[in-house]
């Protein structure tokens, strides 16, 4: 299969709000720039629900809705959008070249792209607690009730009981937007206090649904092939002491990287 080739004065890796942004500016500087999706196109925004601090939006916004008009406005000045996914990048000489495939699991390249400017905008990726059991199916539970993306998983855990591990304003958005499916949501975290802003706490404890369990770690995901998450191990870093928790779902929710 022949390869195709792109050139272009500007390419930008990845779709998320730094890219977007950078494609808006290029763009309105007639520099026709490329962006490429990326695997989420969009970025970690369209997996939010509510967003809140972002000046413009006194009501708040949903976070997919956002990213579709940070799209369309940069479409609007002459941006391309292409989902390439990107197996190389070269960077020892100019113009700098990318190779690209249709898909992560094709083999082959089908897409040569040269840039002279490259803007590497590919935000981050979720952290995992990395204990037994959170491996990705089939080796752990990964995917089989456990996940890092309640806006994206949630609905599967309708009127089933499921354990958040974190603290921060991730960990609540999480909890809250659970409360919708789950007959119970336990956030579990390793300190005594939450580190997310005042009010997401207060939003979170003023949820009958939500129970907090503090000074508590994680240590293992329980469960099979067959049934799926079936509880947690976990550890009280106080009382020091061990003890399984049941559950039927884990959201982890500790932060990117």
């Known amino acids: 299969m022949s390869e195709k080739e792109i050139n272009r004065k500007v390419v930008i890796l990845g779709s998320g709000p730094a890219g977007l942004t950078a494609a808006i500016y290029a763009s309105r500087a007639q520099l026709e720039p490329l962006v490429i999706d990326g695997p989420q196109p969009g970025g970690q925004l369209t997996i939010t629900t509510d967003v809140e601090n972002y000046p413009g939006f006194s009501k708040g916004i949903m976070g997919p809705e956002m990213m579709n008009e940070f799209r369309a406005q940069a479409e609007r000045f002459g941006t391309e959008i292409i989902n390439v996914w990107i197996e190389r990048v070269d960077l020892s000489s100019r113009p700098f070249t990318l190779y690209g495939k249709d898909s992560q699991d094709s083999e082959e390249i089908s897409t040569v792209i040269k840039a002279e400017t490259l803007i590497i905008s590919t935000g981050a990726s979720a952290k995992w607690l990395n204990v037994p059991g959170e491996e990705p199916a089939p080796v752990g539970l990964g995917g089989n009730g456990v996940s890092a993306c309640a806006t994206c998983d949630g609905f599967f855990f309708r009127g089933k009981p499921v354990v958040i591990a974190g603290g921060g304003d991730t960990a609540m958005e999480e909890a809250m937007f659970l409360t919708r499916f789950a007959s119970k949501v336990t956030l579990m975290h390793r300190r005594d206090s939450f580190r997310a802003s005042k009010i997401m706490q207060e939003r979170v404890f003023n949820n009958e649904k939500i129970e907090v369990v503090w000074n508590t770690e994680i240590r293992e995901i329980l469960g099979t092939k067959e049934e799926g998450v079936t509880g947690v191990k976990i550890y009280n870093n ?20």
């Not at 106080?238 to 990287?257: L, N, R």
Request: proline share 5%.
């Open 238 to 257: 106080q009382k020091k002491e061990e003890s399984v928790f049941p559950t039927q779902g884990v959201f982890v929710a500790i932060g990117h990287k």
